[in-house]
């Protein structure tokens, strides 16, 4: 087999990049270790910036989240018992977010790359990548017992953090910065009407951090703050409604409708980033270069950055016969990357909840909160960052 990109992961990003590909006429194959089912299975963000949602558009593949995406024009912030709403939209001079699940970006993707009889290798086995520091690289696997070689010009590894093509670095080349939060969040999925329907709500409370959010105007993903040792199994979904309410105001504690949960989860939190993202012919998109806390909906969203850089750089050096933006791809994704890292800390750090902060801690974050709703610089400055940077912003 041989192609001109080799795109290791069939996650959003991995297939995001092999559509933008293929609508510029470069080959490309995609090659996933586990079944479409397990990818699309993977319950994830559900947070689009106005960036992602374009490159959809660029891809043609934007009918999904332009019928079923509910656009948010603000963000709402509970402490003290009190909520209060932030304007992003007249903030940032018109921009928005969307609600639309990362599933079904997933499956409009794999539906669009499917149609068009492009090549995806799903089930995957002992996926190994060769030769991205010289002239030949090439991708080898397995299927169904057989062994594959699959040869390429480039390969973009968007295999996620446990992937095969960051471990493939050689030892010395890399640098990785990691910071790792003292607790988790317990997820609930449930098929029941979000409580907001036009904002995302955060809340800060004496008891910890809760999300409201949603994937549909009929299916709500639901957060709370829990310690990282925890057990799903001692969450029963009773525990998890009577916990969530607690952490918000009265008012919207009222108006919250229960269900049975169809999936619950503990995620751990961390920040995480290696550098560079470029090593010869491979490049690294995505979770596999770098993680955030999800308090800030970031993760999904550098993703789509970096597949714009990434996507734009390939086409280049094939129609252009210029490699301006390969040489420059780790360096421009590493900008927005550290930007984003910023934020999600520092929205991290306000809003949860730390072991060795205690009443102090949290009158602080308290009196930052009230310093944030009441100055309009604050403000802009939070919505800016939550809609997403322009992608050339400081460069």
Not at 18 to 29: S, Y
Not at 200 to 211: Q, T, W
Not at 349 to 354: A, G, P
Not at 365 to 389: F, I, K, P, T, W
């Amino acid at each position: 087999m041989r192609t001109q990109v080799a795109i290791i992961g069939a996650g959003p990003s991995g297939l995001l990049l092999g559509q933008l590909l293929h609508k510029a006429g470069i080959d490309n194959v995609i090659v996933e270790r586990q079944s479409g089912d397990y990818v699309l299975g993977r319950i994830r963000a559900g947070i689009l910036e106005q960036i992602t949602v374009d490159l959809l558009r660029e891809a043609c593949v934007s009918q999904g989240v332009d019928t079923d995406g509910t656009v948010h024009h603000s963000i709402e912030l509970v402490y003290k018992n009190i909520r209060r709403a932030i304007d992003v939209t007249g903030l940032t001079g018109g921009k928005v977010v969307t609600a639309y699940g990362q599933t079904e970006m997933t499956r409009d993707l794999m539906q669009a790359r499917a149609e068009t009889g492009l090549t995806t290798v799903y089930s995957a086995a002992n996926v190994s990548v060769h030769g991205f520091d010289g002239t030949t690289p090439s991708v080898r696997f397995e299927v169904d017992g057989q062994a594959q070689e699959l040869q390429c010009d480039f390969i973009a590894g968007c295999d996620g953090f446990h992937g095969v093509c960051r471990a493939s670095v050689p030892e010395g080349s890399i640098t990785e910065y990691e910071k790792v939060y003292p607790f988790g969040w317990l997820g609930v999925l449930a098929d029941v009407p979000p409580v907001s329907t036009h904002a995302i709500v955060y809340a800060n409370s004496e008891r910890g951090f809760a999300l409201c959010s949603m994937r549909s105007l009929t299916r709500s993903r639901y957060y709370v703050q829990c310690p990282i040792d925890d057990k799903v199994e001692d969450w029963s979904d009773q525990r998890f409604w009577d916990e969530l309410r607690l952490r918000l105001d009265p008012d919207l504690a009222s108006r919250i409708i229960t269900g049975p949960s169809i999936e619950k989860s503990i995620a751990p939190l961390r920040s995480f980033v290696a550098e560079p993202m470029r090593f010869g012919r491979m490049f690294l998109a995505g979770d596999a270069a770098h993680i955030v806390p999800p308090t800030g909906a970031k993760g999904l969203n550098l993703a789509a950055s970096d597949v714009k850089y990434l996507s734009t750089a390939l086409i280049e050096h094939y129609t252009e016969k210029s490699d301006a933006g390969i040489d420059n791809y780790s360096q421009r994704a590493l900008a927005r990357v550290w930007r984003a890292e910023r934020f999600s800390w520092w929205l991290t750090s306000l809003l949860h909840r730390f072991p060795d902060t205690g009443g102090f801690g949290q009158k602080v974050q308290e009196a930052e909160l009230e310093y944030l709703v009441n100055s309009e610089a604050a403000s802009r400055s939070l919505a800016e960052n939550y809609v997403g940077l322009p992608l050339d912003f400081a460069e």
